[in-house]
């Protein structure tokens, strides 16, 4: 008879591991609903502890109260804890299921999936470790450290997010933004100063008003508008429209497009640049692809390979070009090419 092993199967019989698993229990199917309610006379934040399910938090600046209304799935009843609390002036709660239940081979796992009512005007604090995550209408700080989901932010002061895996997105913050990710898509539309440090995944910015200072590993980023912009890019394309101040990037590959900025400065290693409606000076150190400029004021290059082609700008002075045809037109204050 033949027999024919899967590559799942064959790993498994090679590497001498047995896996049982007990279909009978892979599911959460304990299912109950609670829901706790705090006044928050006295309180100016809330501090949320959960380790897995969904989670959505509505703030309204009509209520006065706290409700924490949520639908437990559990292997075991009463594998759980789900308890709001005042510790100070801060608002507690903690809806956990039996951690290590909490991924099941072939089924569904204990979680807790809540909604969250509460004032606009308290600060968040959250520790999460799966499920995505929607919160909307605060008004205050909120900090976030996450381990996977989705996780997306309407309204909010000053944030800070530390992520280690699913996509983020941002939306009319009004004040800083930090955010550590690990993987995953990032979308920032609104607040003031970013910092952004991300391993991988792309990156879209917009109506930031401040500075940006932005660590990335992989993925292309688009940016449209802000003031200062610092960028440290391993990989990907990297678009830049209508930006006020300066702009520095220290980029590995992928290409580099900017159309508007006062000035600016770039450390590249492959990929084309192209620089267009820039301000004042334009400074590149190119390893190799192509370089276009086009409106600026003085121009400094030092190039490795590939052509470079300058227009309209008010001087030019070209250090090194070990390999690549040149072409110049309208150049103010003359050329200088070694």
């Not at 309204?60 to 308890?83: M, Q, R």
């Not at 951690?99 to 999460?128: C, Q, V, Y």
């Not at 990710?181 to 879209?204: A, F, K, M, N, Y």
């Not at 082609?309 to 030019?316: G, M, P, R, Y």
């Amino acid at each position: 008879m033949l027999k024919i092993f899967t590559p799942l199967v064959s790993a498994l019989i090679l590497s001498g591991c047995i896996i049982h698993v007990n279909t009978a229990s892979a599911d959460a199917k304990e299912h109950v609903q609670r829901q706790l309610q705090l006044s928050t006379s006295n309180i100016t934040s809330l501090t949320t502890l959960t380790n897995a399910g969904d989670l959505k938090i509505i703030a309204s600046p009509d209520t006065s109260e706290i409700t924490a209304s949520a639908d437990i799935y559990t292997i075991e009843p009463n594998e759980f804890v789900f308890t709001l609390e005042q510790q100070g002036k801060t608002a507690k709660l903690v809806a956990e299921v039996n951690s290590e239940n909490t991924w099941r081979f072939g089924g569904h796992g204990p979680k807790i999936d809540m909604t969250i009512t509460m004032p606009s005007a308290l600060a968040l604090t959250l520790t999460d470790s799966s499920g995505d995550i929607d919160i909307k209408g605060l008004t205050s700080h909120i900090q976030i450290d996450d381990g996977s989901g989705a996780l997306t932010i309407d309204g909010g002061q000053n944030i800070a997010i530390r992520d280690d895996s699913g996509d983020i997105t941002v939306l009319n913050a009004k004040g800083n933004i930090t955010i550590n990710d690990g993987s995953g898509e990032i979308s920032i539309r609104g607040g003031q100063q970013l910092t952004l440090r991300d391993d991988s995944g792309g990156i879209e910015i917009s109506k930031v008003t401040g500075d940006m200072e932005i660590t990335d590993g992989s993925g292309d980023m688009e940016i449209i508008g802000g003031n200062n912009i610092t960028i440290k890019d391993d990989s990907g394309d990297i678009s830049l429209t209508s930006i006020i101040g300066s702009v520095s990037i220290v980029d590995g590959s992928g290409n580099l497009t900017i159309d508007g900025a006062q000035s600016v400065n770039i450390n590249d290693d492959s990929g084309f640049i192209k620089v267009n409606n820039t301000r004042a000076n334009v400074k590149i150190d190119d390893g190799s692809g192509d370089i276009w400029v086009n409106n600026a004021g003085a121009v400094t290059i030092d190039d490795d390979s590939g052509d470079i082609d300058i227009n309209h700008v008010q001087s030019l002075e070209i250090l090194s070009d070990s390999s690549g045809n040149v072409r110049t037109n309208d150049i103010k204050g003359g050329s200088k090419i070694r």
